[in-house]
């Protein structure tokens, strides 16, 4: 099984970021890239990527109905191309998972205003993967079976499916760093692209322990109606705070407050929030700050990152 260095990934990722974050400025066109006249939302799909482009559009025309501006919404190819694309103000709305807010803060001039609230709750937890009748029991046992295992993530980006995990298994087995622990601890890993296919090469028997946001079997249930009996969770991670709804600090003061209360407003629109569902398993839309996200931050320097906390 190919190794990938997860971190040295997510270190390329920032090099990117600042390298288009000199350029970021001049990508503007003066008033017009502030108070554009199409607003576009950009979307990374966490799971099939024509369903979420489909599902997304009704909510960029309700959004641009009740803001008085045309709304795209945009399938972006990753959370790198997001993030830039928010920091170059080629994309106005963005929706992005906790860590990728973190690093687009770090590099961008960029604000979150929303978070998700699922199951009555702000923050949610990653969750680690087994077959049913695999050994494993607890992330104790990972310390006898991992040197045979194949771990499947979904990107070396991704909040829930390698950030919080890695950081969790290199403190619990005192791990140097996760060059070790993708070549040390475990036998292998799988890049799946997605927590769902995650899941999948853990069913088809391509890895044997994937790390998801919980409960990403919910989601699965149509296409696998065993999945809860044919995997299991053998641990989870400390909670993590809810992805957000974050837009560039220099879109006009006036037309950010409009979005933000329109997503709001979503609240008391049943048909939006079943929307908001379907895209990314919103239950609700609440305000969020940029200090909710410091737990990231820690989390992300405790991995050997350097980003500053507020």
């Known amino acids: 099984m190919k190794k990938v260095l997860g971190f040295g990934f997510i270190l390329a990722l920032i090099l990117v970021l600042a390298a288009c974050g000199d350029s970021g400025e001049s990508s503007g066109d003066g008033d017009e890239s502030l108070?554009?006249?199409?607003l576009v939302m950009g979307f990374v799909p966490s799971q099939d990527s024509g369903e979420i482009a489909e599902t997304a559009q009704p909510l960029a025309d309700k959004l641009g109905e009740v803001i008085g501006k045309e709304v795209e919404a945009k399938t972006m190819t990753s959370y790198s191309a997001l993030v830039e694309a928010l920091g170059n103000n080629e994309a106005h709305i963005g929706f992005l998972p906790a860590f990728g807010y973190v690093l687009a803060s770090n590099e961008y001039d960029v604000d979150v205003l929303l978070k998700s609230e699922r199951n009555g709750s702000a923050t949610y937890v990653a969750q680690y993967l087994v077959r049913s009748d695999s050994p494993v029991e607890s992330?104790?046992?990972l310390e006898e079976h991992a040197s045979e295992m194949t771990w499947a993530y979904g990107d070396a980006s991704s909040?829930?499916?390698y950030l919080f995990p890695a950081s969790q298994l290199m403190n619990k087995f005192n791990i140097e760093d996760t060059t070790a622990l993708q070549e040390d601890f475990f036998g292998g890993v799988l890049p799946s692209g997605g927590h769902d296919n995650s899941a999948?090469?853990?069913l088809d028997g391509d890895a044997d322990i994937a790390t998801t946001f919980d409960d990403v079997r919910d989601t699965m249930l149509e296409d696998?109606?065993?999945?809860k009996d044919d995997l299991k969770v053998i641990?989870?991670?400390e909670e993590i705070p809810n992805d957000t709804v974050t837009?560039?600090?220099?879109?006009d003061d006036e037309l950010t407050?409009?979005?933000k209360e329109a997503f709001l407003s979503f609240n008391e629109d049943e048909e939006m929030i079943k929307i908001m569902n379907e895209v990314y398993n919103w239950d609700a839309i609440i305000e969020a700050e940029d200090s909710e996200y410091d737990i990231v931050r820690e989390t992300y320097n405790n991995l050997g990152g350097d980003v500053p906390l507020d």
């Open 235 to 237: 641990g989870t991670t």
């Open 257 to 259: 407050q409009d979005i």
């Open 200 to 202: 999948v090469a853990v």
């Open 224 to 227: 696998y109606p065993n999945i």
């Open 247 to 251: 837009v560039p600090s220099a879109l």
């Open 35 to 38: 108070n554009p006249d199409k």
């Open 139 to 141: 992330l104790d046992d």
């Open 159 to 161: 909040t829930s499916g």
